[in-house]
């Protein structure tokens, strides 16, 4: 085996360095580079919680840039110990977003491991796959992976490890991963068999006898059980020298455009005694704390925190603020250290602001921008998406609209303070995603999407003020493979060995990118995420999409005491 200090860990703080001496060796892959996958608080989680166990331990592995690929120094090796991917026995990826679907592919390409599981034997490591991604939609990964962790791994990650342990030199790998398969959560891809009508779409998913129809999602009911804090800090991430610290997890505001918003229901709150412990433990070991939640203006005790904290020297950074929660006491917390905030109406007119449930107003956002430009703010951004379902040619005015008005309200706030910022308006594409009203919506066409990204850029030239944007056709691919089923898997492998060339890695395979992400789905369609229990109902959504046709608000989530989606019990 291959042992030798990275570099990469010489400035941190924090890493944790165990002796093999008989322990399950768990490679925790993040498919993208250090300084991406240290900013992402749930692989520090599970980092921590598989080093707590005695008999495991977890190293950390990730993506090099495309200049280290090209020579062997540059191949995976670990941060803890430089150990090879195949020097372990399980290598556990943690995946957040469909454009790392190829980076896996690359990863395991790299590493001398064959990427379909049904090409692997008992010499290669058991590839388990977690992260966001996994709670929504496996399909498009399922034929890479032996088994995925559907849902918050704080509990079942253990149980998995439990499992394997106890299994792993008494049982082959099709009775480990059977028995694996009798965890709630865990999903064993090749334990279950698709087919589809003539049409391209699915007509069944059978799983293999002895084996759940369903895979349940899992959550965790007590946050304050499971610490949710930075392992380890270093000043080489997207959010330098921070310790970040979660609030809370979910959002019960039922933006219908939101998958994170249904996938991690019910919403649930860290205590803000438990909060208050993890700032104080932070700020002996970095320069910033960062706030993680959903929505970190929603946190039930934010205002207690920020008088607890206001005349302290900590500097603080939230993930993500809303115009109608957000307080001048918290706009100065976060003033501290920060340039640039923003907030994010989503949409220009209160009528599609109704259609996606972003209750928030006009006045809203215009008292957001003053309160953080008179905080001390230099900059703020605001997020749109264009390609929203019922949007008009008006629609698409009301955005160029409403950032007039901000600016304008920038400028008069900025004159007590004597300087002037830069309002930056990011502007995105809409992507119809599982588990949300919206996935039955077709993707607006490319070269449409971007006629009304080059219409605002047009229009909002001028001093103080920016817009940037995602790339239509990128985001396009994402729909795709964020509705995708097992035939993607195939196109990945494909655009990972092309340097990321889709339109010829569809071509290739046969498969038309407009199938998953530019057709309406019918009410009855059977989806490739159909098999996964997160206890919504396809009918609560069916319902969400008509209010949403009708613009009819919906009430936030009253946890514990309604069971209209399904989550909580009734």
């Given at each position: 085996?291959?042992?030798?200090?990275?570099?990469?860990?010489?400035?941190?703080?924090?890493?944790?360095?165990?002796?093999?001496?008989?322990?399950?060796?768990?490679?925790?892959v993040?498919?993208?580079?250090?300084?991406?996958?240290?900013?992402?608080?749930?692989?520090?989680?599970?980092?921590?919680?598989?080093?707590?166990?005695?008999?495991?331990?977890?190293?950390?592995?990730?993506?090099?840039?495309?200049?280290?690929?090209?020579?062997?120094?540059?191949?995976?090796?670990?941060?803890?110990?430089?150990?090879?991917?195949?020097?372990?026995?399980?290598?556990?990826?943690?995946?957040?977003?469909?454009?790392?679907?190829?980076?896996?592919?690359?990863?395991?390409?790299?590493?001398?491991?064959?990427?379909?599981?049904?090409?692997?034997?008992?010499?290669?490591?058991?590839?388990?796959?977690?992260?966001?991604?996994?709670?929504?939609?496996?399909?498009?990964?399922?034929?890479?992976?032996?088994?995925?962790?559907?849902?918050?791994?704080?509990?079942?990650?253990?149980?998995?490890?439990?499992?394997?342990?106890?299994?792993?030199?008494?049982?082959?790998?099709?009775?480990?991963?059977?028995?694996?398969?009798?965890?709630?959560?865990?999903?064993?891809?090749?334990?279950?068999?698709?087919?589809?009508?003539?049409?391209?779409?699915?007509?069944?998913?059978?799983?293999?006898?002895?084996?759940?129809?369903?895979?349940?999602?899992?959550?965790?009911?007590?946050?304050?059980?499971?610490?949710?804090?930075?392992?380890?800090?270093?000043?080489?991430?997207?959010?330098?020298?921070?310790?970040?610290?979660?609030?809370?997890?979910?959002?019960?505001?039922?933006?219908?455009?939101?998958?994170?918003?249904?996938?991690y229901?019910?919403?649930?709150?860290?205590?803000?005694?438990?909060?208050?412990?993890?700032?104080?433990?932070?700020?002996?070991?970095?320069g910033k704390?960062?706030?993680?939640?959903?929505?970190?203006?929603?946190?039930?005790?934010?205002?207690?925190?920020?008088?607890?904290?206001?005349?302290?020297?900590?500097?603080?950074?939230?993930?993500?603020?809303?115009?109608?929660?957000?307080t001048?006491?918290?706009?100065?917390?976060?003033?501290?250290?920060?340039?640039?905030?923003?907030?994010?109406?989503?949409?220009?007119?209160?009528?599609?602001?109704?259609?996606i449930?972003?209750?928030?107003?006009?006045?809203?956002?215009?008292?957001?921008?003053?309160?953080?430009?008179?905080?001390?703010?230099?900059?703020?951004?605001?997020?749109?998406?264009?390609?929203?379902?019922?949007?008009?040619?008006?629609?698409?005015?009301?955005?160029?609209?409403?950032?007039?008005?901000?600016?304008?309200?920038?400028?008069?706030?900025?004159?007590?303070?004597?300087?002037?910022?830069?309002?930056?308006?990011?502007?995105?594409c809409?992507?119809?995603?599982?588990?949300?009203?919206?996935?039955?919506?077709?993707?607006?066409?490319?070269?449409?999407?971007?006629?009304?990204?080059?219409?605002?850029?047009?229009?909002?030239?001028?001093?103080n003020?920016?817009?940037?944007?995602d790339v239509?056709?990128?985001?396009?691919?994402?729909a795709?493979?964020?509705?995708?089923?097992?035939?993607?898997?195939?196109?990945?492998?494909?655009?990972?060995?092309?340097?990321?060339?889709?339109?010829?890695?569809?071509?290739?395979?046969?498969?038309?990118?407009?199938?998953?992400?530019?057709?309406?789905?019918?009410?009855?369609?059977?989806?490739?995420?159909?098999?996964?229990?997160?206890?919504?109902?396809?009918?609560?959504?069916?319902?969400?999409?008509?209010?949403?046709?009708?613009?009819?608000h919906?009430?936030?989530?009253?946890?514990?005491?309604?069971?209209?989606?399904?989550?909580?019990?009734?």
């Open positions: 085996m291959r042992r030798k200090k990275s570099a990469e860990n010489r400035d941190e703080k924090g890493a944790i360095v165990k002796p093999r001496g008989g322990r399950t060796t768990v490679g925790l993040f498919p993208g580079t250090y300084r991406v996958g240290m900013s992402s608080l749930g692989y520090q989680t599970i980092y921590r919680i598989i080093n707590a166990r005695a008999d495991a331990l977890a190293e950390r592995l990730f993506l090099p840039d495309k200049m280290e690929r090209r020579s062997e120094a540059g191949l995976a090796t670990s941060v803890e110990t430089g150990a090879r991917p195949r020097d372990f026995e399980i290598l556990a990826f943690s995946v957040s977003f469909e454009h790392d679907y190829t980076a896996v592919a690359d990863f395991l390409r790299l590493s001398g491991i064959p990427p379909f599981s049904a090409d692997r034997d008992e010499s290669h490591p058991l590839l388990v796959f977690g992260g966001v991604c996994a709670f929504f939609n496996p399909e498009p990964l399922a034929d890479f992976f032996d088994a995925v962790i559907v849902g918050e791994a704080e509990e079942s990650i253990n149980e998995f490890l439990d499992e394997y342990g106890r299994l792993k030199n008494t049982s082959n790998r099709k009775g480990l991963l059977l028995a694996l398969s009798k965890i709630p959560g865990i999903y064993i891809p090749s334990l279950y068999t698709p087919a589809y009508n003539p049409d391209g779409t699915i007509s069944s998913f059978t799983p293999a006898p002895g084996v759940p129809k369903r895979i349940t999602r899992r959550y965790v009911k007590d946050l304050d059980a499971f610490p949710a804090t930075s392992v380890v800090i270093t000043p080489d991430t997207e959010f330098k020298d921070m310790f970040m610290v979660e609030l809370s997890r979910g959002c019960g505001r039922h933006c219908r455009f939101c998958m994170a918003g249904y996938v229901r019910p919403p649930r709150n860290r205590s803000v005694e438990s909060v208050k412990k993890d700032i104080e433990a932070g700020r002996k070991l970095a704390i960062g706030l993680v939640g959903s929505a970190v203006s929603d946190y039930p005790w934010i205002s207690e925190l920020t008088e607890e904290f206001k005349d302290t020297d900590i500097n603080f950074s939230a993930s993500s603020l809303r115009a109608d929660s957000l001048p006491e918290l706009a100065a917390l976060v003033s501290k250290g920060n340039r640039t905030v923003a907030i994010a109406p989503e949409a220009g007119s209160e009528r599609l602001r109704a259609v449930n972003k209750n928030i107003s006009e006045e809203h956002v215009l008292r957001a921008v003053r309160m953080l430009i008179e905080a001390g703010v230099l900059n703020v951004k605001l997020y749109f998406m264009v390609g929203l379902p019922t949007e008009t040619d008006e629609d698409i005015e009301e955005i160029i609209r409403l950032a007039g008005k901000a600016r304008e309200t920038m400028l008069s706030s900025a004159r007590g303070q004597g300087r002037m910022g830069t309002l930056t308006l990011s502007v995105n809409f992507i119809p995603k599982p588990w949300t009203p919206f996935q039955w919506e077709p993707m607006e066409p490319v070269d449409r999407l971007l006629a009304k990204i080059r219409h605002i850029e047009k229009s909002l030239k001028g001093a003020l920016s817009v940037t944007h239509p056709k990128h985001a396009f691919i994402q795709a493979l964020a509705r995708g089923d097992r035939r993607l898997a195939k196109v990945i492998l494909r655009a990972s060995e092309n340097g990321g060339d889709w339109k010829t890695a569809f071509a290739e395979e046969g498969i038309a990118p407009d199938f998953y992400a530019a057709r309406e789905r019918d009410a009855s369609e059977k989806f490739p995420w159909d098999f996964l229990d997160t206890g919504i109902k396809k009918n609560y959504l069916l319902k969400e999409r008509e209010r949403a046709r009708k613009a009819i919906t009430p936030g989530c009253n946890v514990g005491k309604c069971g209209t989606c399904g989550v909580c019990p009734e």
